[in-house]
C-alpha cells in the first residue's frame, strides 16, 4: 500500500493489528502500576504479565509453577536470527535471479504475495533495486545479531514465553514477505537513481549508525558479566554504564527502532506498509525497554534518574 491509497491490505492489516495490541499492552503495564497491590497480583494480569516479560524482567514476577511449563530459555533467541539469515538470502537470491535472468518468483511465492497485498501477479514486475538492498541489510543485520548471540552476549538462566518464541520464530518470516510486499504495491522508478536516492543514501548511513549504535550496547551489556580477561565471572545483574546508557536503560531497543526507520528510508520513505512496520517495532521496544526501566529503578536505589527507558530525552 502506499500514502495515496486509503484501503488496507491483509500484509497492513496484520502489522496495525499488531502495532495496536503492543500499544494496548504498553498502557495496561503502566496502568496496572497504579493499582492496589491485591489487584497485581491477580491470575489475570500474572497471566499477562508472564505474556509480555522475558529474561530479567520475567525472573522477578511470582507466578504459579504451571506458568513455568511454557517457558524456553532466552538465549533461545538466535534461533531467530538463524532463521532470519537463512531465509532473508533465500528471498534475495530469488529477487537476484528476477532481476538478472528475468525468472519470476515461483508461483507459491507469488500466490502468497498476491493474498497479502491483493495486488494481482499480472501486475507483478521485477523488484526494485531499493527493495533487494533492503534484503541485503535485512539479512546483515540478523547475521551481526547471531554472531552477538553466539559470541558476545552472555546469558544467564532467563526465559521466555513459548507464545513468545514461536512469535520470534514466524517474525522474519513475515518480515522479509513484507518487504516484497512494500516492492509489489511501490509506485515510481525502478532504480536508485531518483529524486528520492539522497532517502536512500541517508537510510543507508543511518542503518550503520544505528547497527554501531547496537552492537556498543550489546558489548557493554556483556562486559558488565566479563572480568578484563574477557572471562564470564558472574551472570548477575548490574546497572549498565557508558556509551548511552547514560542517557536511557535500553539503547539497543532505541537502536533496533533505527534501524527499521532506515530501511523505511532505503525503500525511498514511502512505503505505508513498511511504516506500519515500524509503528509495531516502537511499541513493541517502548514495553520491553519499559520493563527493562522498571526493574532497574525498583531495584538499584542510586539509579539515574534522569535515565529514560529507551529513546532519549522523551520515553
Not at 527493562?292 to 532519549?312: N, T
Amino acid at each position: 500500500m502506499t500514502w495515496s491509497s486509503l484501503s488496507l491490505s491483509l500484509i497492513d492489516s496484520c502489522w496495525l493489528f499488531l502495532a495496536l495490541c503492543f500499544l494496548v499492552a504498553f498502557s495496561v503495564h503502566k496502568a496496572s502500576a497504579q493499582l492496589p497491590r491485591e489487584y497485581r497480583k491477580s491470575s489475570l494480569l500474572t497471566l499477562f504479565q508472564d505474556l509480555i516479560r522475558y529474561g530479567k524482567t520475567k525472573q522477578t514476577l511470582h507466578r504459579a509453577e504451571w506458568l513455568r511449563v511454557f517457558d524456553v530459555p532466552k538465549r533461545w533467541f538466535w534461533h531467530f536470527y538463524a532463521i532470519s539469515v537463512c531465509w532473508n538470502i533465500f528471498l534475495l537470491l530469488l529477487s537476484f535471479n528476477f532481476i538478472y535472468q528475468l525468472q519470476s518468483y515461483p508461483p507459491w511465492l507469488t500466490g502468497i504475495l498476491e493474498i497479502l497485498t491483493g495486488v494481482p501477479s499480472s501486475f507483478g514486475q521485477a523488484p526494485q533495486l531499493s527493495t533487494v538492498l533492503v534484503l541485503l541489510l535485512l539479512c546483515v543485520h540478523s547475521l551481526r545479531r547471531l554472531l552477538e548471540c553466539l559470541f558476545v552476549s552472555v546469558f544467564s538462566d532467563g526465559a521466555m514465553h513459548l507464545v513468545q518464541y514461536l512469535f520470534g520464530l514466524g517474525y522474519y518470516i513475515v518480515l522479509g514477505l513484507t518487504v516484497l510486499c512494500s516492492d509489489l504495491t511501490a509506485k515510481g522508478p525502478g532504480t536508485l537513481l531518483s529524486c528520492s536516492d539522497w532517502i536512500r543514501a541517508a537510510g543507508f548511513v543511518l542503518f550503520i549508525a544505528a547497527s554501531l549504535l547496537q552492537h556498543q550496547s550489546m558489548v557493554l551489556l556483556a562486559g558488565l558479566r566479563k572480568g578484563k580477561s574477557g572471562r564470564v565471572e558472574t551472570l548477575a545483574h548490574r546497572v549498565p554504564e557508558g556509551g548511552w546508557f547514560e542517557l536511557v536503560s535500553c539503547p539497543h531497543y532505541f537502536a533496533e527502532l533505527l534501524i527499521y526507520v532506515s530501511l523505511g528510508f532505503t525503500l525511498g520513505g514511502f512505503s505505508f506498509t513498511w511504516w506500519l512496520v515500524v509503528l509495531y517495532v516502537l511499541f513493541n521496544q517502548a514495553l520491553a525497554g519499559q520493563l527493562c526501566h522498571d526493574l532497574y529503578i525498583s531495584k538499584y536505589e542510586s539509579y539515574p534518574k534522569h535515565r529514560r527507558a529507551f529513546i532519549p530525552f522523551v520515553l
